[in-house]
């Protein structure tokens, strides 16, 4: 009966994979991925991620693929965009989004880089205090090492 039980389980875990429908990724449309572009830039400004310069660029990309769009609508009667034209503009919106993400990772480099070189600064700092207070450089400490050494 065990093993009965166990297969039954198994079977149904291996098909609520291939039914469950939350794995896979929404899909986005031009106008939603601009919107969430435009978020990703203010609320990364806010957070000091992105200069007032670096997003003030990207706001004006993203206008340009708007005004991109706009464009393409009105040369055609329909308004639909063609399979041409939203892979076009989809190209523009991944190359912001790209952008985004680099600029907001370089800042976080550049902030733990910054933090390295201040903690070094203030180790190399603490060392030439202490020898101004035995008096020795670290030229006379390090002769004393080898004098020892003989």
Do not use: P
Not at 18 to 27: G, L, P, R
Not at 33 to 48: G, T, Y
Not at 116 to 137: F, I, L, P, R, V
């Amino acid at each position: 009966m065990t093993k009965s039980f166990f297969g039954a389980m198994l079977a149904l875990s291996i098909l609520s994979l291939f039914t469950c429908q939350d794995v896979f990724a929404k899909e986005w449309t031009i106008e939603e991925r601009q919107e969430q572009l435009m978020q990703d830039v203010n609320s990364a400004q806010k957070s000091s991620q992105l200069t007032v310069k670096e997003a003030r660029g990207l706001r004006s990309r993203l206008a340009a693929v708007a005004k991109k769009k706009a464009k393409m609508k009105t040369k055609i009667k329909n308004e639909q965009l063609t399979a041409e034209d939203k892979t076009e503009l989809e190209t523009s919106l991944n190359e912001i989004s790209v952008d985004i993400k680099r600029l907001q990772l370089e800042k976080r480099t550049e902030t733990k880089t910054d933090d390295a070189k201040s903690k070094s600064e203030e180790s190399k700092s603490e060392t030439k205090k202490e020898d101004k207070k035995d008096g020795t450089g670290v030229k006379d400490k390090i002769k004393n090492l080898f004098r020892k050494g003989d």
